[in-house]
């Protein structure tokens, strides 16, 4: 008998941010392939009787290629597992979800899908930035800092558009030409900026600054991934809005 599984968002860091329904499933599940992005204290909860697979993130050197990913999920699964594949913040956005079930599909494995708060959404909450305000911004954006093939080469002219924040995943590697591109195709120099470096964990650091001074404030402080980046006016109510760690 086929298995099954499950592809299951484990939210931005802070445990308690998994769905009910993601705990559930984790502490049911025969295997469980993670990701470098869900935290200790998320893999703790994993019962041991499950077989736990580090398969890493492709960028980084103790992992395993995208393909070989999908295969392992599939056998896994035919072997009449059940199969839990965690993966940071949403499947869906940014987290290559699409790609893992099409695999499934053609091998004719079923699956399931569990959304997770996705990163902006944490980081937004945890650093007092609401992404829509009705004095600040009607829309907000998500975006890639690094594409398929390496450049940060971003629809520029539709960034730099009133009234919308911009939330960029990935961002920092690419963060000089990210901001050097805003400013050229217009965007005003004083925007404000948040970086939010390991958002909702208990090593959550926030800088806030402006587009024109973000790479030096990135660089005097070390930020390191993972980092997203909130561009717009709602970055201003930060100041006022903050609690984390601080009640
Ligand atoms: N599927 C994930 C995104 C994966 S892409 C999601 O929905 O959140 C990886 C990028 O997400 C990182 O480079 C970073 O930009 C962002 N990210 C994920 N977790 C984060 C966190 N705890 N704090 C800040 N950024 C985070």
Avoid at 63 to 81: D, F, M, R, V
Avoid at 87 to 101: S, T
Avoid at 111 to 127: I, L
Wanted: hydrophobic share 40%.
């Amino acid at each position: 008998m086929t298995g099954k599984v499950y592809l299951i968002g484990a939210g931005p860091g802070d445990p308690e941010l998994l769905t009910l329904k993601a705990h559930r499933l984790l502490t049911q599940a025969d295997v469980v392939l993670y990701d470098r992005l869900v935290g200790k204290e998320i893999i703790s909860l994993i019962p041991d009787t499950a077989e736990k697979m580090y398969v890493g993130k492709a960028k980084s050197l103790h992992s395993l290629p995208q393909e070989e990913i999908n295969t392992l999920l599939a056998s896994k699964a035919k072997e009449g597992n059940m199969v839990v594949r965690l993966k940071g913040g949403d499947p869906f956005i940014f987290g290559r979800g699409g790609e893992e079930l099409e695999e499934l599909i053609e091998e004719g494995v079923p699956f399931e899908v569990v959304p997770g708060v996705t990163a902006a959404a944490g980081c937004a909450a945890y650093a007092g930035i609401p992404l829509t305000h009705r004095d600040y911004a009607q829309s907000v954006r998500f975006l890639t800092g690094h594409l398929k093939d390496g450049t940060t080469d971003l629809p520029w002219d539709e960034l730099v558009h009133p009234a919308q924040t911009l939330v960029i995943y990935m961002g920092l590697t690419g963060l000089k030409e990210i901001s050097e591109s805003l400013i050229k195709f217009g965007m005003k120099p004083t925007m404000p900026v948040a970086i939010v470096e390991k958002g909702t964990t208990k090593e959550q650091r926030v800088f806030t600054s402006t587009i024109n001074k973000v790479y030096d404030v990135a660089m005097q402080n070390e930020a390191k991934s993972p980092a997203l980046l909130i561009i717009g006016e709602v970055v201003t109510l930060q100041n006022k809005l903050e609690w984390y760690g601080k009640y």
